[in-house]
């Protein structure tokens, strides 16, 4: 945003430099170009007299002091301009013995019929850019009795021009740097509530309920921070609740299911009759089942109350971690524990999610895989991600299990509490991972878990 703005203004203010720079600097141009065209009209109407008038002269001694002011006056312009001039007659002839360049010109022949001109040509008598000018010189009872013809060079007014461009490029760029400086002072100015907003909102996507953000004007960011610093203050009574709730239930829970479970241990011993035993038995079914079921609420009360924090961990390692523990469990059963896991496969992991992940997932291909079955713990790197695989050689699940089996205590067998593979989920979507179960051939169910890939460093 800060950037935008200071581009923003930046190109406002270059704009702006456009809309009056350029309209002025071309009116500035214009104005010396007539201005150099009146002056060569003006000199060249000056000498076009004294030609008139010398050429007029019908007393030799009046007629030679004319062409000596006319010669005088010519070597001033010269000299002073840099430039020429050259006359011809009524009959397109030189004047004054001085040669002249291409008598027959158009700018000429138009003089000699009365018309005057200013060009500015690249061809002159002066072997450089010049300005030409040529007027008709008439006698004083009007007849024309000759042309002048004057070149300025056109080199001092065209330094003037780019002079005077050079000067508003210049001052145009100083002008946007200062600019610059005071965009970027300001929008930083304005974007620092912003960015201590969004410092506080990412303290906040950590886990940290302590973080307060000042109130700074304007008005709205002012509001929108004691919004927030409300909103994370209730945050965090609310986490401390919740953390407080999975302390108690932890030991209110579990104490007393042990109780009766010893209870009902106990009383199976003490019973005689064999109906009794079995309804004991069942009892004790029911209280095992409500232990795993409190354990599973519990773990999914600890996920949601703890943030994650995603870090890189390597897959090898936690797998044939978690699977050395299962592996007993797995020869009870019959069952053979195969894994297949690269090695350098690195994702990214909240620590103990992907061990917990594991857990839930092999312990529920064990219960559901059949004796001398097998469960296969396999991954592959695909893009930028790692897809672990955990499937079985069970009766797999149908297309509206798989749909639901993500359903908070939804169990496609007896016995189970249904919160396995919502935990695995939770944890799962916590590290911006997939969970997919699909259907193996002949029978059989894989999860397939899409987990970020951390490259090496």
Same mark, same amino acid.
């Given at each position: 945003m800060q950037r935008r703005l200071t581009v923003f203004f930046v190109v406002l203010v270059a704009a702006a430099l456009v809309l009056f720079t350029v309209p002025v600097g071309l009116n500035l141009v214009g104005l010396l170009r007539t201005n150099q065209e009146q002056v060569g009209l003006r000199e060249a109407r000056t000498v076009a007299y004294l030609l008139g008038r010398a050429s007029s002269a019908t007393d030799p001694r009046a007629a030679r002091g004319e062409f000596a002011a006319l010669e005088s006056l010519r070597g001033n312009l010269e000299a002073q301009t840099g430039g020429r001039v050259e006359l011809v007659d009524a009959a397109g002839q030189p004047a004054l013995g001085r040669p002249v360049r291409d008598p027959d010109e158009p700018a000429l022949k138009a003089a000699l019929a009365g018309v005057e001109r200013a060009q500015l040509t690249d061809q002159s008598v002066l072997d450089a850019p010049a300005l030409e000018v040529t007027v008709p010189s008439r006698d004083p009872d009007g007849r024309i009795v000759g042309a002048v013809r004057l070149s300025y060079p056109s080199a001092p007014v065209d330094d003037q021009i780019v002079s005077t461009w050079l000067f508003r490029l210049v001052t145009g760029l100083i002008t946007i740097v200062i600019a610059a400086l005071v965009a970027t002072w300001w929008s930083r100015r304005i974007t620092t509530p912003l960015r201590e907003l969004d410092h506080m909102a990412r303290k906040l996507s950590d886990g940290d309920f302590t973080a307060r953000v000042v109130e700074r004007d304007p008005a709205e960011t002012r509001q929108l921070a004691r919004t927030l610093n409300d909103g994370a203050h209730r945050l965090g009574v609310l986490y401390q609740a919740q953390r407080r709730f999975v302390s108690d239930a932890s030991h209110q829970l579990r104490t007393p299911l042990t109780a009766l479970r010893l209870s009902l241990d106990n009383l199976h011993d003490l019973v005689p009759d064999d109906e009794d035993r079995t309804a004991v038995d069942g009892a004790v079914g029911e209280v095992a089942r409500m232990t795993r079921l409190v354990n599973d609420l519990l773990a999914l009360a600890r996920l949601q109350a703890v943030p994650p924090h995603p870090e890189r961990v390597v897959l090898r390692d936690v797998v044939e971690s978690r699977t050395r523990a299962w592996r007993a469990a797995a020869a009870d059963a019959d069952i053979t524990l195969r894994v297949d896991v690269p090695a350098g496969l690195a994702v990214l992991a909240t620590p103990g999610h992907l061990e917990q992940i594991l857990d839930n997932l092999v312990s529920n291909a064990i219960d559901f895989a059949p004796e001398r079955? %097998?469960?296969?713990?396999? %991954? %592959? &790197? /695909?893009? @930028?991600?790692?897809?672990?695989?955990?499937?079985?050689?069970?009766?797999?699940?149908? #297309? &509206?299990?798989?749909?639901? /089996?993500?359903?908070?205590?939804?169990? /496609?067998?007896?016995?189970?509490?249904? =919160?396995? =593979? /919502?935990?695995?989920?939770? =944890? #799962? &979507? @916590? @590290?911006? %991972?997939?969970?997919? =179960?699909?259907?193996?051939?002949p029978h059989g169910l894989d999860v397939r878990v899409s987990l970020l890939s951390a490259k090496q460093p």
């Amino acid at each position: 945003m800060q950037r935008r703005l200071t581009v923003f203004f930046v190109v406002l203010v270059a704009a702006a430099l456009v809309l009056f720079t350029v309209p002025v600097g071309l009116n500035l141009v214009g104005l010396l170009r007539t201005n150099q065209e009146q002056v060569g009209l003006r000199e060249a109407r000056t000498v076009a007299y004294l030609l008139g008038r010398a050429s007029s002269a019908t007393d030799p001694r009046a007629a030679r002091g004319e062409f000596a002011a006319l010669e005088s006056l010519r070597g001033n312009l010269e000299a002073q301009t840099g430039g020429r001039v050259e006359l011809v007659d009524a009959a397109g002839q030189p004047a004054l013995g001085r040669p002249v360049r291409d008598p027959d010109e158009p700018a000429l022949k138009a003089a000699l019929a009365g018309v005057e001109r200013a060009q500015l040509t690249d061809q002159s008598v002066l072997d450089a850019p010049a300005l030409e000018v040529t007027v008709p010189s008439r006698d004083p009872d009007g007849r024309i009795v000759g042309a002048v013809r004057l070149s300025y060079p056109s080199a001092p007014v065209d330094d003037q021009i780019v002079s005077t461009w050079l000067f508003r490029l210049v001052t145009g760029l100083i002008t946007i740097v200062i600019a610059a400086l005071v965009a970027t002072w300001w929008s930083r100015r304005i974007t620092t509530p912003l960015r201590e907003l969004d410092h506080m909102a990412r303290k906040l996507s950590d886990g940290d309920f302590t973080a307060r953000v000042v109130e700074r004007d304007p008005a709205e960011t002012r509001q929108l921070a004691r919004t927030l610093n409300d909103g994370a203050h209730r945050l965090g009574v609310l986490y401390q609740a919740q953390r407080r709730f999975v302390s108690d239930a932890s030991h209110q829970l579990r104490t007393p299911l042990t109780a009766l479970r010893l209870s009902l241990d106990n009383l199976h011993d003490l019973v005689p009759d064999d109906e009794d035993r079995t309804a004991v038995d069942g009892a004790v079914g029911e209280v095992a089942r409500m232990t795993r079921l409190v354990n599973d609420l519990l773990a999914l009360a600890r996920l949601q109350a703890v943030p994650p924090h995603p870090e890189r961990v390597v897959l090898r390692d936690v797998v044939e971690s978690r699977t050395r523990a299962w592996r007993a469990a797995a020869a009870d059963a019959d069952i053979t524990l195969r894994v297949d896991v690269p090695a350098g496969l690195a994702v990214l992991a909240t620590p103990g999610h992907l061990e917990q992940i594991l857990d839930n997932l092999v312990s529920n291909a064990i219960d559901f895989a059949p004796e001398r079955g %097998a469960i296969s713990v396999h %991954a %592959a &790197e /695909a893009q @930028d991600r790692v897809e672990l695989h955990v499937s079985d050689t069970g009766p797999g699940m149908t #297309a &509206e299990q798989r749909q639901r /089996a993500f359903d908070r205590f939804y169990t /496609a067998r007896p016995g189970g509490t249904g =919160l396995g =593979l /919502a935990i695995v989920r939770e =944890l #799962a &979507e @916590d @590290d911006h %991972a997939v969970v997919e =179960l699909r259907p193996v051939h002949p029978h059989g169910l894989d999860v397939r878990v899409s987990l970020l890939s951390a490259k090496q460093p």
